[in-house]
């Protein structure tokens, strides 16, 4: 019996030993491809760096009417942003290349499960900081608009933007992660137009004093072709 | 669409582009051609206008030195007033440099005040006396004309060092000299209009204003006062950005050569109601503060803060106080602390409050006494410059 017990476990070890053993390759593929890679990456960063830099890029950029671009930008420099954007696609590339390799020899329906679900993960991670930028970029915008048009409920307002926009990146990132299925499109609808009943009911409702004295002090006022003392322009 | 008229003139003296507001229909535009074109000229001049109405009636007589050259590209668009204007700027500079002309003038003020007097004195300095760039100067109001007076010519002063009453016109006289400058500048112009007066100074060129009389302006939409704002200030801050070399050396301020005389507009003789201005000022205290703290030093935030617990009758907005928000947001619109359009309408509710501020103080003041009030005002510029020198130079080192 004991003999039978010992030929099992030398079974067992020389399978997990060999498995390992198929697998290294593979790991080290991927180990060489994300090296070469980063190497290669700093490499061309360096050099695209001073190509834009001796071409002026930042300030073309700007001639040329594209402003934009450099907000989002670090130490607001588009040709910063650029050269990164082209160093971390040599590096995601570089883990793709040792990625197949490294599938060859996988064998874990779990790992290669795993590594499926890396994309959505990515996507929403991505959905995620997308939404978040553009809630607080627009949720800024109506503040200032708000206030530049006298609305008292200039916060409010604004506050209910940055979460419309927030619940539906959520609600997109959540749909992604396949996390929830109908109960996060049914929870998205539910809070979605609940977040806009409930601004309706505050301005309506809530705030009905307060657009009440805010029309009246805008009706008491001269109508817009009366000439105002003070002239802006 | 192709200019018509432009094939009947080879060569000319001097061009003028009239470019009327959008309020004005093509009778109005037709009139003020007529008015123009009827006196006599010494010189072969071309007047590139709107295309007019077809049934128009003809405007010249036999033998006249005018020519008329109509051009779809010169209009005034509201939503896009600075665009626009710009746009027009360039077709009518295009033309007088197809022409070989001496002389520009671009005529942008609404045209029902436009006499043939602003033409000449527009295009004389330029003509007989050599100068390359010629700025008008209206008729002053106490209450005409805010953001020139709060900001525009204050700050264009203090940094490039000359006295121009209106450094965006928008009614200029032009060198071809300047025209040859701009054409061929390295660094292409988006925003014409703003740039012309940086450009002639920061290129050593002679300039002038001309008192050109009282000027009609169009009604503004409040609400629409920052995006205004964001229009005006917005390439006048690019310029800084790109003059920047240059105004760091610029001490103090010379006056200019003035041609006709000043002209003085009395103020309304009712109580001024500013309440809607002190409103907004303190609804942006209240709420703006997080965008505010972006752009702002903590001092003047607490001074802000400070200002909205004074009521409406002891409301006033220190010369200093403004002074600095103007040149801390010259500087974030630099560094890009947050969208520049988002930060240049964030400046409205700053604004409204020094306006608010200046009418109090202004109550029923002469014009001379307004024209003083202006100085101190510059004065201030100009004495806090060095602030805006060290802060743009280390925009990160300490500054409470």
């Known amino acids: 019996m004991w003999e039978q017990v010992g030929q099992t476990l030398n079974q067992s070890t020389v399978g997990v030993l060999s498995r390992l053993a198929s697998l290294l390759p593979g790991l080290l593929a991927l180990l060489v ?129 940055k979460w419309l926009v927030m619940v539906c990146a959520i609600a997109m990132a959540l749909d992604d992660l396949q996390i929830g299925g109908g109960i996060v499109h049914l929870a998205f609808g539910i809070l979605f137009g609940g977040i806009v009943l409930a601004l309706a009911l505050a301005v309506g409702l809530g705030s009905k004093e307060l657009v009440c004295r805010s029309l009246e002090r805008e009706s008491s006022r001269a109508p817009a072709d009366v000439e105002e003392p003070i002239r802006h322009i | 669409m192709a200019d018509s008229g432009v094939a009947q003139i080879e060569s000319a003296d001097a061009v003028i582009g009239l470019v009327p507001p959008a309020s004005r229909d093509s009778q109005a535009v037709e009139n003020t051609i007529a008015r123009i074109v009827g006196t006599e000229v010494p010189l072969r001049i071309a007047l590139i206008h709107p295309p007019l109405s077809p049934n128009h009636t003809e405007f010249l007589k036999a033998g006249s030195q005018w020519h008329l050259i109509a051009s779809p590209r010169l209009a005034q668009d509201p939503p896009s007033l600075a665009q626009s204007l710009g746009d027009s700027f360039r077709a009518t500079f295009e033309m007088a ?78 060198s071809s000299r300047l025209l040859l400058q701009i054409a061929g500048s ?36 409040f609400t629409n006062l920052g995006s205004l704002l964001a229009q005006l200030l917005g390439p006048l801050f690019l310029d800084v950005e790109r003059y920047a070399a240059h105004w760091q050396h610029a001490r103090g301020s010379q006056p200019i050569r003035e041609f006709g005389q000043p002209m003085y507009v009395e103020a309304p003789e009712s109580t001024m109601d500013v309440s809607r201005l002190m409103e907004s000022f303190q609804l942006g205290a209240r709420n703006l503060q997080d965008v505010w703290s972006m752009i702002l030093p903590p001092s003047t935030l607490v001074e802000l803060r400070r200002m909205v617990r004074n009521g409406a009758a002891q409301f006033r907005m220190p010369d200093a106080t403004w002074v600095h928000v103007v040149y801390d947001f010259a500087l974030a619109h630099r560094l890009r602390t947050i969208s520049r359009d988002q930060m240049l309408r964030a400046l409205t509710p700053i604004y409204l409050g020094w306006v608010a501020s200046y009418a109090l103080e202004l109550e029923h003041a002469s014009p001379e006494a307004a024209e003083q009030r202006l100085e101190k005002l510059c004065v201030v510029y100009e004495e806090t410059k060095p602030y805006f020198v060290s802060r743009w130079r280390w925009p990160d080192r300490f500054n409470p």
């Open chain 1, 33 to 161: 491809a994300v090296l070469f890679s980063a190497a290669l990456a700093w490499l061309i960063g360096i050099v695209l760096r001073r190509v834009l830099h001796g071409i002026r890029f930042d300030e073309r950029l700007e001639s040329w009417g594209v402003t934009g671009l450099a907000e989002y930008s670090p130490q607001q420099s588009p040709a910063l942003l650029l050269t990164r954007v082209a160093a971390w696609s040599i590096v995601l590339a570089g883990l793709v290349l040792g990625l197949g390799a490294f599938e060859a020899t996988l064998t874990s329906e779990l790992t290669v499960r795993m590594f499926e679900y890396l994309p959505n993960l990515a996507a929403a991670i991505v959905v995620l900081i997308a939404g978040s930028l553009v809630a607080r970029y627009l949720a800024r915008s109506v503040l200032i608009e708000s206030v530049n048009m006298n609305l008292q409920y200039a916060r409010l307002l604004s506050l209910g933007v």
């Open chain 2, 97 to 174: 440099q197809r022409l070989n002309s001496r002389a520009c003038a671009v005529v942008a003020s609404d045209l029902s005040a436009t006499t043939v007097d602003w033409v000449t004195l527009l295009l004389q300095p330029v003509i007989d006396d050599r100068f390359d760039l010629v700025a008008p100067c209206y008729a002053r109001h106490p209450f005409e004309g805010m953001i020139n007076r709060a900001i525009v010519y204050p700050l264009v002063r203090a940094l490039y060092g000359k006295q121009i009453r209106n450094p965006m016109g928008p009614d200029f006289g032009m």
């Open chain 2, 186 to 221: 390295s660094r292409p112009r988006m925003h014409t209009l703003p740039s012309l007066a940086a450009e002639a100074i920061t290129n050593g060129m002679e300039l002038c204003q001309s008192q050109l009389g009282p000027r009609i302006y169009a009604v503004p939409d």
